[in-house]
């Protein structure tokens, strides 16, 4: 198959080996690298757990390149505990001609929670990529070069849902990721492997009216939430429960004059959510009826995520957008997009708790 940005491979179990075979001239330069996990292609030698490690292996342990082009591993700190990283070898990048680099990671000895990042070294030239997997190739993709001397991420390795995979970053280090859309197609990412965990995630909507409808009242953005420790509450501007980032639940609902409303989550302490439900609410007899949109989740790191809305047809005064839920240590977030019916002498909020079972009690607020 072939590698895209941001669509992730299950990985069969294994060894994975990313191999890269250069068509084009290198320039010469002299890195330090970190070491961790990286090795270049030969026979007849192994390291810890059976992995091949190529020739040219260091006092000390540390690995060495063979070529300009080198292939390494870096923590993904963001996603649990930080991988061990021993000290940084020195690689020599030189001439030009078919050169190749390969790097060799085993994820089940990889810290609880932990993952890697692929990156790229030393080479700007046009050249293959291969996923290599108990002797088969699992995936590949051409690179068409032309990022300069900088790193080029090539992809993470990540758990999710119990299994490893690849997620294709294929762009240069310090570029912003393109975008993704959650629909019925698509409905569930992970945050983790879109990059997103380690920063503030802001949950902007963008309201329109429904062609040939009547404007709708304003909604209210406001989020349920549950936090690891069993605690459950509501961020919403009714009652002045605004919430905070920087304490418990670390969710608040801000508003500025650039973004407009919106709600923003600390995912630094990712750790401490179970789950959280993103809605929209609306009083009055037309409630959100003719209500049009979208609603983007921009991260500090990752991916932006788009989560489009269905004009809305019918009486409802609530809308779950989108359900982030615990997933071991990452976060998983589904698209709802759901107009809930109005229910007699239930509030927007009550409508919302008993459609997703939080259990809380409500009182009259202003």
Known sequence: ??????????????????????FGPFAGADRGVPAALAAAPAAGRTGARG??????????????????????????AAAGAPLPMPAGAHARSGGGGPHGAALAVDPEALPEGGGVRVVLRGAAARGRLRLEAAGED?????????????????????SHAGDWHFRPVLRPAGARPAAMVLDSGLPVASLGLQG????????????????RAQPPARPDLGALYE???????????????????????????????????????????????R???????????????????SVTLHSEHGADIGIGLAPCREPATACALALITRDGPD????????????????????????????????APGR
């Open 1 to 22: 198959m072939t590698l895209r940005a941001g669509e992730c491979v299950e990985l069969p179990g294994g060894v994975l080996w990313v191999r890269y075979e250069s």
């Open 51 to 76: 992995v091949p490690w190529g020739a040219g292996r260091g006092a000390g342990g540390r690995a060495q390149a063979q070529g300009p082009a080198l292939l390494v591993a870096e923590p993904l």
């Open 275 to 293: 789950r959280v439900l993103l809605f929209a609410s609306a009083y009055g007899d037309q409630g959100l009826r003719g209500l049009d949109g």
């Open 196 to 211: 997103a965990l380690g920063g503030l995630l802001r949950a902007v909507p963008h309201w329109r009216t429904a062609p």
């Open 138 to 158: 699992i995936a590949d993709a051409d690179l068409q070069g032309g990022w300069g001397s900088g790193d080029f991420v090539v992809g993470e390795i990540a």
């Open 227 to 273: 936090l690891a420790d069993g605690t459950r509450g509501v961020v919403q501007a009714l009652g002045d429960s605004y919430g905070r980032l920087d304490a418990p639940p670390h969710i608040e609902l801000v508003r500025d004059r650039r973004r407009g409303e919106h709600l923003a989550l600390d995912l630094v302490r990712a750790g401490a959510f």
């Open 331 to 362: 976060l998983v977030v589904r698209r709802e997009a759901r107009y809930l019916p109005v229910r007699a002498g239930l509030s927007p909020q009550r409508t919302l708790d008993y459609a997703y079972g939080w259990g809380l009690s409500w």
